[in-house]
C-alpha cells in the first residue's frame, strides 16, 4: 500500500466516505464534459429526476465531432449536429459553462482545461474520455470515466471508486536531441506493456519529467491510459506554478499564494512509500514508431519490427494479428515504410510546442508528393498563438494543409477519415484496427517532429536527419 | 438469465430513488472470444459513437472484426447466438473510457463477462451496469473456451456468492474485488442513489478543499 505519495494524499483530502460496498465515495474538483459521452448521461439524470449538484464544477466543450475544414453550422453531418445542438441544450438547461465554436476557448477537453487554468495541482478530475490522465501533468488525480459515471458526477459531484496502487516510474537524464516526451512514454509503454498500469496510478518522476515544460508532461501523462494506468501524474513544481500563474481559472492575488503553499504541501513525501519503482535511463530512449495495433508495440526508428521469437509469448498472438493487418513482416525495418497521410494533432500532440517542434521540421521543405499531410491545433487558443508566430504559414508553404481545431483523424468521428488501407504517420495516441475512420486503415504513431519527417520523405525516416 | 435475480426493486429512502437490482449469479450459453487486448475501438467503432442514444449499438458490436471474419466470428457463429457470458482473455476492453462498448454488448444479449483480466475503465462501465466481470487464471479461461467451443450448448454458471464457475463437472474459482463483488450480491452496484443521497456529506468534504473558494469557479 502506497504510502505519504501525492496520490494517496489527494485521494483522502477528497474521500466523503466508505459506501456500504466498501468502495470510496471521492469528491470530484472539477468535471469536463463533451458532445460524446455526455448526452446519455443527461437523459439517465432526467430519467431519475435528479438535478445536477454543482453546475459550476462543470465545464463543456465541443470537440470530437467538429469538421476541421468547414465549421458553418449546422453542421452537414445531420448527426454531428444533433449531437453539438444536445450539448447546447443541456448546459443551457443545467446552467453549465459551454465553450462553443467561436468562443476563442474551444477545443480538445484536454487542451483547453489547462490553458484556462481550469487543471490546477491537488484536484481530482473526471471527464468521459480516457485521456483525462493528461491533467495529471499538474499534479491532479484525473480520471477517465464512463457514460453512468458522468450521471453520478453530474448528480453527485462524486465518484463510486476504488483506490489505485502507485507505481513510481523514474526516468533520468537527458533526452538526445531528437528524442521527445512523446518517445519516452511510447517507450515506457512499450517495455511496460499496455496493461502494466492495470490497477495502477504512475507518479512519473525523476530529472527528466522535472525538466519538462508542462505541455511535455502533459503528453507523457495523456498517454498513462495506453499503458494501462487509469492515471497519471507528476509532482506539482515551479513548471507548473509559472505555467499557472494569470490564467484565466487560476487563484488570483492573496489566494494565489496560499494555493502554492497547498499544492507544496501536497507532493509525494521524499520518503513516500509506493507499490512499485521501475527506473529508466532518458539516454536510452530512441525516436519511437509503434508498427503494429497496439501503442504498446512500439520500436526504435532504426529498429525491425520483432519477429515473434524476439516477443514475450503473451505477446505473440497480437502480433501475428498485427502483422497481418499492418501487412508488415516480421524482421522489416520500419524506416522506409510508405505513407499516405500524416496527421499533427490530437490532446496528445496538438498543444503550441508540439506545433513549433513540427513546423522546425517543416520549415523550407515540402512535404513529399502523393502524401496528405495537415495539422490540426489543439484548440482556438492554440491556433491563434500559432498564426500569430506565424507557423500555419511555414506549414502551408511546406505543403501541409492548416486546419481549425477539434479531435480530427484521432478517432475520425468527424469527416477527417484515412481511406480503404492508407497508412498515416501519426501524432496521436491510438493506433487501434480502424481508429482513424477506415476499418482497414493502418496508424504509425510517434511524436510530432518524426510525422513531419514522414510528411517531407514520403516514408518513415529518422527525425534526426532533419534536425 | 439472471437467477436469482429478481426484477429492478425501487426503494424509496431519504424521498430519492435508489436502484437495487441483485446480481449473485449468471448461468447462460457462452461465447468464447480468443485474444488478447481487444479494445474498445474493436467493440465499437468509433463510427457508431455519432449517436445521442445508446438504442442502436447492438448492430455495431464487434462489426469491423466480424465482416473481416466473413460470419466466422464468434459473434455470428449460430451456436453463440443467445450467449449470455462472454468468455475473454488478457486486459479486454483497453482504450476509450466509452461505456458504449459494455453497451453495445449488452445490447447483443451479454449479461456477464470471465476474462484473464479487464482494463479499469470498462470494469467499471460494466459495474455501473449491472454486468459483472470476474477473472480467472489464463489456464482456467482457456479451458472454458475450449469447452464451450466442443460444446457450445452447454450451460456455463458464474457464482458471486460462492467465487466460482461451473460448466458441466467442470467448476474452477474466479475473481472479483471484495468490494464490487458484494456490491452485486446487495443489488447496489448502482452507486447513484447512494453517492446523491451523501450530499451533504459531500458539501461538507467540498467546503474543506481549499481550491473551492478560490479563481472563477468558486462556487456562488
Ligand atoms: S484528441 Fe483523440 S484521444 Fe484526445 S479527446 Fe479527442 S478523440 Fe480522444
Not at chain 1, 529508466?280 to 515473434?308: C, H, L, R, S, Y
Amino acid at each position: 500500500m502506497s504510502k505519504g505519495t501525492l496520490f494517496d494524499k489527494v485521494w483522502d483530502l477528497h474521500t466523503v466516505g466508505t459506501l456500504p460496498s466498501g468502495l470510496t465515495q471521492l469528491f470530484i474538483g472539477l468535471h469536463l464534459i463533451h458532445e460524446v459521452t455526455s448526452p446519455q448521461a443527461f437523459a439517465m439524470l432526467k430519467e431519475r429526476d435528479l438535478k445536477v449538484l454543482f453546475p459550476e464544477r462543470t465545464i463543456a466543450t465541443v470537440d470530437h465531432i467538429v469538421p476541421t475544414e468547414n465549421q458553418a453550422r449546422p453542421f452537414v453531418d445531420n448527426m454531428a449536429e444533433e449531437m453539438i445542438k444536445a450539448l447546447e441544450k443541456n448546459c443551457q438547461e443545467n446552467d453549465i459553462t459551454f465553450y462553443n465554436i467561436g468562443s476563442g476557448n474551444q477545443g480538445i477537453v484536454h487542451v483547453i482545461a489547462p490553458e484556462l487554468g481550469l487543471t490546477q495541482p491537488g484536484m481530482t478530475i473526471a471527464c468521459g474520455d480516457s485521456h483525462t490522465s493528461s491533467h495529471g501533468a499538474f499534479g491532479a488525480i484525473a480520471f477517465g470515466i464512463g457514460t453512468s459515471q458522468v450521471r453520478d458526477v453530474l448528480a453527485s459531484q462524486t465518484l463510486s471508486l476504488s483506490k489505485l496502487k502507485v507505481r513510481k516510474i523514474e526516468v533520468n537524464g537527458n533526452l538526445k536531441p531528437g528524442v521527445y516526451s512523446k518517445d519516452v512514454i511510447l517507450h515506457i509503454i512499450r517495455t511496460l506493456g499496455v496493461k502494466g498500469g492495470v490497477g495502477y496510478a504512475y507518479e512519473f518522476a525523476g530529472t527528466t519529467f522535472e525538466k519538462m515544460n508542462m505541455e511535455e508532461r502533459m503528453t507523457v501523462c495523456n498517454m498513462a491510459i495506453e499503458g494501462g494506468a487509469r492515471c497519471g501524474y507528476v509532482n506539482p513544481d515551479q513548471i507548473t506554478y509559472d505555467y499557472l500563474q494569470n490564467r484565466d481559472f487560476a487563484p488570483k492575488g492573496a489566494d494565489w499564494e496560499k494555493a502554492i503553499a497547498w499544492w507544496e504541501s501536497l507532493s509525494s513525501h521524499a520518503d513516500a512509500e509506493y507499490d512499485d519503482i521501475v527506473v529508466f535511463n532518458a539516454e536510452d530512449i530512441p525516436p519511437t514508431v509503434t508498427w503494429g495495433i497496439t501503442p504498446g508495440q512500439g520500436i526504435g526508428v532504426n529498429e525491425k519490427v520483432p519477429t515473434a521469437a524476439e516477443l514475450l509469448e503473451e505477446d505473440r498472438f497480437i502480433a501475428e494479428e498485427a502483422y497481418r493487418y499492418m501487412d508488415l513482416y516480421p524482421g522489416q525495418p520500419i524506416q522506409g515504410t510508405k505513407i499516405d497521410v500524416c496527421f499533427i494533432g490530437s490532446c496528445t500532440n496538438g498543444r503550441i510546442s508540439d506545433l513549433r517542434e513540427a513546423a522546425k521540421i517543416a520549415q523550407g521543405r515540402q512535404v513529399a508528393a502523393g502524401v496528405k499531410a495537415f495539422v490540426v491545433p489543439g484548440s482556438e487558443r492554440v491556433k491563434k498563438e500559432a498564426e500569430a508566430e506565424g507557423l500555419d504559414k511555414i506549414f502551408q508553404a511546406a505543403g501541409f494543409e492548416w486546419r481549425e481545431p477539434g479531435c480530427s483523424m484521432c478517432l475520425a468521428m468527424n469527416p477527417d477519415k484515412l481511406q480503404g488501407r492508407q497508412i498515416s504517420a501519426s501524432s496521436s495516441n491510438r493506433n487501434f484496427k480502424g481508429r482513424q475512420g477506415s476499418s482497414s486503415g493502418r496508424t504509425l504513431l510517434m511524436s510530432p517532429a518524426m510525422v513531419a519527417t514522414a510528411a517531407i520523405k514520403g516514408e518513415i525516416a529518422d527525425v534526426r536527419e532533419l534536425l | 438469465m439472471f437467477y436469482p435475480c429478481r426484477d429492478a426493486l425501487q426503494t424509496c429512502l431519504r424521498g430519492l430513488l435508489i436502484m437495487v437490482s441483485e446480481v449473485k449469479q449468471v448461468s447462460g450459453n457462452a461465447v468464447p472470444l480468443i485474444g488478447n487486448d481487444i479494445d474498445t475501438d474493436r467493440i465499437i467503432p468509433a463510427r457508431y459513437l455519432k449517436a445521442i442514444t445508446f438504442d442502436d449499438l447492438g448492430a455495431g458490436v464487434f462489426v469491423d472484426d466480424r465482416k473481416a471474419l466473413n460470419g466466422e466470428h464468434p459473434f455470428d457463429q449460430i451456436h453463440y447466438q443467445g450467449a449470455k457470458i462472454l468468455i475473454a482473455n488478457r486486459n479486454f476492453g483497453c482504450g476509450s473510457s466509452r461505456e458504449h462498448a459494455p453497451q453495445a454488448l449488452a445490447k447483443w444479449g451479454i449479461k456477464a463477462l470471465i476474462g484473464e483480466s479487464f482494463a479499469e475503465i470498462f470494469f467499471g462501465n460494466c459495474v455501473a451496469m449491472g454486468i459483472p466481470c470476474v477473472t480467472a487464471e489464463s489456464e482456467v479461461v482457456k479451458q472454458l473456451q475450449e469447452l464451450v467451443i466442443a460444446n457450445p450448448e452447454e450451460v456455463i454458471t458464474i457464482n458471486l456468492e460462492k467465487l466460482q464457475v461451473q460448466i458441466g463437472d467442470f467448476t474452477a474459482s474466479v475473481v472479483m474485488s471484495e468490494g464490487t463483488r458484494s456490491a452485486f450480491i446487495a443489488g447496489t452496484w448502482d452507486a447513484c442513489g447512494q453517492l446523491v443521497a451523501n450530499a451533504q456529506q459531500v458539501k461538507a468534504t467540498a467546503a474543506k478543499l481549499p481550491y473551492i473558494g478560490w479563481g472563477n469557479l468558486a462556487a456562488s
